[in-house]
Structures are given as structure tokens and as C-alpha cells.
């Protein structure tokens, strides 16, 4: 039965929202279906940021509960590989939807309900600043920025991680970690494409010549805050193109906020952690030196189909954007 929007009761919608999480609804099996992370090749996909905090780790499912912990929960393990990390974390997917279908309702003190470590994994606090869900890179359209490595390297912010699980909050991570490279890279993973955060009008990445480790994020979802549904005409498209799983490069291509059209290869990965710079872009995923007017903090994201370079940089949700010329981009790194 079709209705009218204003027909539809407030009691029709809880209901309707109660069969989406029944083991019948839609919701239910997709998260069945669903795992937080997955490795193809030398590609790790998840959708928040793998860093110090999230690698390796693997979550109690009896002590992970969606509240703010008085202290830091310790871990079902911490694990070695990057294989055994994946496996553990769908694992615990799976493990916390039986949860729920075995109890879904409230304890009779209202202390505890199944599915409550799925609800928590996707919450920085909950997890101690460990979610590889909601922890995220990216800020102001960049895949990083100053602002954003000021906040997470505060003296006073960083004290306070061993006593409060909210300053985790607003906190973004850092792509270029060593330590975090260096055991993704021993593990054979030579990129990382996730979902989080928004990161302006076309995909941020940094390139693998910082690393060897190139990191995507392709959130658009605020591609332009003036359109009605917040993308406007941006739309991008992430692909990995190449021989094998294991050898392969990034394409970016779509359409930006201002209807340019985008066209670009990254570098290509492959076996024993190579990076084949005869491929791909030299100028993709790199940030820029300040210009002699102290311009800084720009990042190179696309090459526009008329040559231009699309450059990001920002603060929060905030971007600006600028198009220039390859001779412009000489000299600047």
C-alpha cells in the first residue's frame, strides 16, 4: 500500500524500522552479508582509518558496550598480520549479530543488550579511540592538513587520551605514519581505500611516494553545500586498474563540484612493495611548497580532461579550491 508522506504515523515508522533489524529485514541481511574490512591483492578496503589506535586491534565482544568507558577496555588480542587483523574483525561482526538475535532486547537492569559491541564499533569514544569504523583521515577536502596534525600531536589533547575517550573526537588520522606503513607493507598491503570522511568534491589520496603506501578516501558526500543534496554535480568513480590484484594502479575519474571533468593514474603498485613511477601522475596525492607569497598547505587531488590541476586545501568541513597549470606546480616539491 502506497501513502502519502503526511499519512504515514510516527508508530509506522518504528515499526517499520523494528522489521528493517528483525533477521527478515533488509538492514539485518546486508549486515550479514556485510565485513568491516576485506584485502584483495595489495588493496586493504575499510571505511575508517587504519593508525595506531585501530591496527592490530580486535575488540572484546563481552566488555565492548555503546557507552563512554570509565577506563580503556583492553583487547580480545592485538593481532600480528594484517590477514589475521581482517579475519578477527569479521569475525567479531558476525559474533555480534548472533548476539542480537540471541537477546535483542534490554537486561532486566538495563545494563547490557545484544548487538551493543556492533553499536560500538562504530563510535570513536565507545572504542577508546579505536574505531576502524569512525576513525577517519581527511580534513577540509585533503587527505591531510597542518590544522589537522596540530590537533592530534596537542600536548594536552594527547594527555588526556589515557583518561577520557571523547578527545578522540574530531581527530584525524596520520596517512603518513611510519610505523603504520611500515606493518601494512610487511603485510603486502600497498594501499588503503576507505569511506570517511567527506573530503570536498573528488577523492583525497596521498601518493605512495611518502610512504609506499597510498592512501584513498572517497567520501563526497559534501561535495558542494549549496546543492539541495549536498553533491551537486560532482560525482567520482575509484577504480584499481591493472594486470592482477597484486599489480595495479589507481584511477580517479568524474565530474567536479563546477562540472570539470577528471581523468587520473596514480603510480603503479606492485609485487615485493614496488613503486613503478615510470606510470601514473608524478604531481597526484602530493602537497605542495608554499609559492613565494607563503600559499601554503595545498594538495594536488586530480588532473581535470583540459589539463588543469584541481588543489585543495581547508580546515574541518571547510574547502577552498584552485585550478592551475602544470608549469605552476614545478619546483614546488
Avoid at 136 to 145: E, L, N
Avoid at 147 to 170: C, G, Q, S, Y
Amino acid at each position: 500500500e502506497t501513502k502519502a508522506k503526511k499519512e504515514i504515523t510516527d508508530d509506522e515508522v518504528v515499526d517499520n524500522f523494528l522489521s528493517e533489524i528483525g533477521e527478515r529485514g533488509s538492514l539485518f541481511q546486508y549486515l550479514q552479508c556485510a565485513n568491516v574490512a576485506v584485502v584483495i591483492g595489495n588493496t586493504l578496503f575499510c571505511h575508517g582509518a587504519v593508525d595506531q589506535n585501530t591496527m592490530k586491534f580486535v575488540p572484546h565482544l563481552q566488555n565492548t558496550k555503546f557507552e563512554n568507558p570509565m577506563s580503556k577496555p583492553p583487547p580480545a588480542k592485538l593481532a600480528d598480520t594484517v590477514e589475521e587483523w581482517v579475519a578477527s574483525l569479521n569475525d567479531f561482526l558476525r559474533e555480534g549479530l548472533q548476539d542480537y538475535v540471541k537477546r535483542p532486547h534490554w537486561n532486566g537492569e538495563r545494563t547490557s543488550r545484544g548487538g551493543e559491541s556492533l553499536m560500538a564499533l562504530q563510535n570513536r569514544s565507545a572504542m577508546w579511540g579505536r574505531s576502524i569504523v569512525s576513525n577517519c583521515y581527511g580534513d577540509g577536502g585533503c587527505i591531510t592538513t597542518i590544522h589537522a596534525t596540530k590537533l592530534r600531536n596537542d600536548p594536552k589533547r594527547l594527555e588526556m587520551e589515557r583518561i577520557n575517550p571523547l578527545v578522540f573526537e574530531k581527530v584525524s588520522s596520520d596517512p603518513k605514519d611510519p610505523i603504520v606503513s611500515k606493518w601494512l607493507s610487511n603485510c603486502g598491503i600497498q594501499r588503503v581505500i576507505v569511506g570517511h570522511k567527506p573530503t570536498g568534491d573528488c577523492p583525497a589520496v596521498l601518493s605512495s611516494s611518502y610512504s609506499g603506501v597510498e592512501i584513498v578516501s572517497g567520501d563526497t558526500s559534501f561535495s558542494d553545500v549549496s546543492a539541495p543534496d549536498k553533491r551537486g554535480l560532482a560525482v567520482g568513480i575509484v577504480e584499481v586498474v591493472g594486470f592482477s590484484s597484486v599489480d595495479n594502479q589507481l584511477h580517479l575519474r568524474g565530474t567536479l563540484s563546477n562540472g570539470n571533468s577528471y581523468n587520473s593514474k596514480f603510480y603503479r603498485l606492485h609485487s615485493g612493495n614496488k613503486v613503478d613511477e615510470s606510470t601514473g601522475d608524478p604531481f597526484l596525492g602530493r602537497h605542495i611548497q608554499p609559492d613565494d607569497d607563503g600559499d601554503d598547505d595545498w594538495w594536488i587531488k586530480v588532473k581535470t580532461e583540459d589539463g588543469h590541476y584541481c588543489l585543495t586545501r581547508g580546515k574541518g568541513r571547510f574547502v577552498e579550491y584552485r585550478h592551475i597549470e602544470k608549469s605552476e606546480l614545478l619546483n614546488r616539491f
